[in-house]
């Protein structure tokens, strides 16, 4: 089995500090290996900014974000999401993105 990990560096800004110590430990195999992983939250967050930047034509992008919100819906902080959402400037593709993820919009 293969298992595909991402591994990006801490970056500079406050969002960056809170995502990294918001991280959870997993554990990724029966005879204990564990692993950080980010909060659902912060990967909606990211993966919003990554959207944002790449000029909102992602389909790949859009898929993962609707995907988190549908698997870790009761888990999602909305609070959390909701306030930094708006700092980080993509409040409106949040909605959107909710909206879709609870079936109140077709897909795009």
Do not use: C, N
């Not at 430990?25 to 692993?35: A, D, F, I, N, P």
């Not at 870790?72 to 409040?91: C, N, P, R």
């Amino acid at each position: 089995m293969v298992t595909k990990i991402d591994i990006f560096a801490l970056g500079p800004s406050r969002y960056d500090e809170i995502e990294f110590s918001r991280r959870r430990k997993v554990r990724v195999r029966t005879s204990g290996e564990e692993l950080f992983v980010k909060a659902p939250e912060d990967t909606v967050l990211r993966k919003l900014l990554w959207y944002r930047e790449g000029g909102g034509v992602s389909s790949k992008q859009w898929r993962d974000i609707i995907e988190v919100l549908r698997v870790s819906g009761a888990e999602i902080d909305h609070q959390y999401l909701i306030t930094w959402a708006e700092k980080l400037g993509v409040d409106d593709l949040l909605t959107r993105a909710q909206d879709e993820a609870a079936g109140k919009l077709d897909p795009q």
